[in-house]
């Protein structure tokens, strides 16, 4: 994820091996966990992106975004999760004007507080963060 912080985002891994997602990311008092795909494939025109684990396709809940990286091209896609739940492979044309994920192009403001951030749903902040937004746990 070192695009991501590049983009300034605060980025995160989780210890072990036993979450559906590989990253959090930290933005405006706000987590977004994030599922980190990449591919080489091509299948006439579209770059083939396997969103599921070994059992199928994710779950909902499982992960905020998708971060998928299209190798050949060096592009992201930044693809929140409610477009994408319940496929198990996404199609992605970075060449096509009208691609339905054409707006997810290189959307890092999804994860730096853009306006449309918030319909993600992240997780929000618990404990002693100066940015926190809501009461601690305890």
Not at 9 to 21: A, D, H, N, R
Not at 63 to 91: C, H, M, N
Not at 114 to 121: L, Q, V
């Amino acid at each position: 994820m070192e695009r991501a912080a590049e983009q300034g985002l605060c980025v995160s891994k989780p210890w072990g091996e036993t979450s559906q997602y590989d990253f959090v990311v930290e933005t405006a008092g706000k987590l977004f966990r994030i599922q980190v795909k990449s591919t080489w494939s091509m299948n006439h025109g579209a770059y083939v992106v396997c969103v599921r684990n070994s059992k199928g396709a994710y779950p909902a809940g499982a992960f905020d975004f998708v971060a998928a990286y299209l190798i050949p091209v060096d592009t992201w896609y930044i693809l929140p999760e409610k477009r994408i739940l319940s496929q198990g492979t996404v199609l992605l044309y970075p060449e096509s004007k009208r691609s339905k994920y054409k707006a997810y192009r290189e959307a890092w403001k999804l994860l730096t507080g853009g306006e449309t951030a918030d319909e993600a749903g992240p997780i929000p902040m618990t404990g002693s963060h100066p940015l926190q937004t809501e009461k601690p746990l305890i």
